[in-house]
């Protein structure tokens, strides 16, 4: 369908765009700061990431799920587990039923100096959602999950693009 590039959801469109990718860069900015402050690389800080998601949802990562979701070898995998368990951010638990799998977790330490940094983001994010309605915030939520959808579905295209063996 045709619409005018100056109708009003076409200016929206364009807007919102722009809001998620300054919102991706400064929240990259941040991220970026707090893995400097504690001797991390981006990789180290990917990982964190995926273990909190793992944790907050009630389904801890493991080793080799970390491994496909930040795209890395196996002994890619266990150099980065063991530099982030030797740093105190993330510890190695087995899982109970299962001896032989191990689950990745925060550490108390890494969990601790998470916390501190990104309270004061915590309380912004906060007061802002607090201007907002149940219901906006639904179509807000549904929103994101679906422009992160969106974006991950891009993301593995990428991916399979340039790893055609894959």
Same mark, same amino acid.
């Given at each position: 369908?045709? /619409?005018?590039?100056?109708?009003?959801?076409?200016?929206?469109?364009?807007?919102?765009?722009?809001?998620?990718? *300054?919102?991706?860069?400064?929240?990259?900015?941040? #991220?970026?700061?707090?893995?400097?402050?504690?001797g991390?690389g981006?990789?180290d800080?990917q990982?964190?990431?995926?273990v909190?998601?793992? !944790?907050r949802?009630? !389904?801890?990562i493991t080793p080799g799920?970390l #491994? !496909?979701?930040? *795209?890395?070898?196996? #002994?890619?995998?266990?150099?980065?587990?063991?530099r982030?368990?030797?740093?105190?951010?993330i510890?190695r638990?087995?899982?109970?039923?299962?001896?032989?799998k191990?689950f990745?977790r925060?550490a108390?330490?890494?969990? /601790?100096?998470?916390v501190?940094?990104?309270?004061?983001?915590?309380?912004?994010?906060?007061?802002?959602m607090?201007?907002?309605?149940?219901?906006?915030?639904?179509v807000?939520?549904?929103?994101m999950?679906?422009?992160?959808?969106?974006?991950r579905?891009?993301?593995?295209?990428v991916?399979?693009?340039? *790893?055609?063996? !894959?």
């Open positions: 369908m045709y /619409r005018p590039r100056d109708t009003r959801r076409a200016v929206l469109s364009g807007e919102i765009t722009s809001d998620l990718r *300054n919102y991706t860069v400064d929240a990259q900015h941040i #991220g970026h700061a707090f893995a400097a402050l504690h991390l981006v990789t800080l990982a964190l990431i995926a909190m998601h793992g !944790e949802r009630g !389904e801890p799920r #491994g !496909e979701q930040l *795209n890395l070898s196996s #002994g890619s995998v266990t150099a980065l587990v063991d982030l368990e030797r740093t105190g951010h510890r638990d087995r899982d109970t039923a299962d001896r032989r191990v990745l925060y108390d330490e890494g969990a /601790r100096v998470a501190e940094f990104f309270r004061p983001l915590g309380a912004r994010t906060d007061v802002v607090e201007r907002f309605t149940d219901d906006e915030l639904e807000v939520h549904r929103f999950r679906m422009m992160v959808e969106s974006m579905d891009h993301r593995d295209a991916r399979a693009a340039r *790893n055609p063996a !894959e």
